[in-house]
């Protein structure tokens, strides 16, 4: 039986980024882990579990698979000058996308609180959309009269 880490391996070595996010990410951890503790008799751990492990499931079943099949017809039918662009609005896109769902569906609308959720989310997610592609529309043009010039 081999063990883990032999003598003429290669020690892992840690870059200075590794040091620091550890330094700041574990006072978080650290607080949400004492937060979540703190609030274990209130919550209803049927929902928690659900709630976390439908995200998983949600994810590796449906939104991965999408964004890979996503990503590989763009590689397929996009011009190679406009990939990273097409592929930047894309992800940004998805964000917008994901972010705003909540927003658009008028999930948390209650009749006793009219302010809330009083904008029309549609018209917002779409002009950002209409941005993101703008400034993806300029990057490829961008980058074809770079490549004409030389």
Not at 28 to 33: E, K, N, P, Q, R
Not at 107 to 112: K, R, V
Not at 114 to 132: D, E, G, H, K, Q
Not at 135 to 149: C, E, G, N, Q
Request: net charge positive.
């Amino acid at each position: 039986m081999k063990a883990f880490l032999t003598s003429d391996e290669p020690r892992p070595t840690y870059t200075k980024g590794f040091w620091i996010g550890l330094v700041f990410a574990t006072p978080v951890v650290a607080y949400g882990l004492r937060g979540a503790l703190a609030n274990l008799p209130d919550v209803q751990l049927t929902s928690f579990v659900i709630y976390f492990v439908g995200g998983a499931v949600v994810h590796d079943l449906v939104l991965a698979p999408v964004a890979c099949i996503v990503g590989w017809v763009v590689l397929r039918v996009v011009p190679k000058v406009a990939i990273g662009p097409v592929q930047a609005a894309l992800m940004a896109s998805g964000v917008v996308g994901l972010i705003s769902w909540p927003f658009v569906r008028g999930y948390g609308i209650t009749d006793g609180e009219p302010s809330f959720l009083s904008r029309n989310y549609a018209t917002s997610v779409l002009t950002a959309w209409a941005i993101i592609w703008a400034i993806a529309a300029a990057a490829i043009v961008s980058r074809v009269l770079t490549a004409r010039r030389r």
